[in-house]
């Protein structure tokens, strides 16, 4: 079992800019990607950029592609979210996600949060006008 801690999260004027940590702890060496995900209030938990923890790949959902950067510290065992040029519809809790390694059989498997296996707390990003 992983355990993820996110941190970052903050109030942030419309235009600004935050970085998303999320720090893994335990079986990190069976991590196979890492997710952000994102929940506002009344609103389905949506996908928001994944990273492959070996290889590096990465991918971004459309609403974000652009502005959102994500990265990975293999060292420090800790991802990241840089957030730029933040709009009122970025504003939800933010969430990470870990998944080992498995058979996947779907294209875009890790747009799913059904995929990912550990889960940190959320942080809350505020975006006010």
């Known amino acids: 079992q992983v355990q993820l801690v996110e941190s970052g999260g903050g109030l942030v004027q419309t235009g600004g800019s935050l970085r998303l940590s999320c720090a893994a702890s335990?079986?990190?060496?069976?991590?196979?990607?890492l997710g952000w995900f994102r929940q506002a209030p009344g609103k389905e938990r949506e996908f928001v950029a994944a990273?492959?923890?070996?290889?590096?790949?990465?991918y971004y959902a459309d609403s974000v592609k652009g502005r959102f950067t994500i990265s990975r510290d293999n060292a420090k065992n800790t991802m990241y979210l840089q957030m730029n040029n933040l709009k009122a519809e970025d504003m939800a809790v933010y969430y990470c996600?870990?998944?080992?390694?498995?058979?996947?059989?779907?294209?875009?498997?890790?747009?799913?949060?059904?995929?990912?296996?550990?889960w940190g707390q959320g942080t809350q990003v505020t975006v006010s006008s």
């Open positions: 335990g079986r990190t060496v069976s991590t196979y990607a």
């Open positions: 996600a870990a998944t080992g390694a498995r058979p996947r059989h779907r294209p875009l498997w890790y747009i799913n949060y059904a995929e990912y296996d550990s």
């Open positions: 990273i492959m923890w070996s290889g590096g790949s990465t």
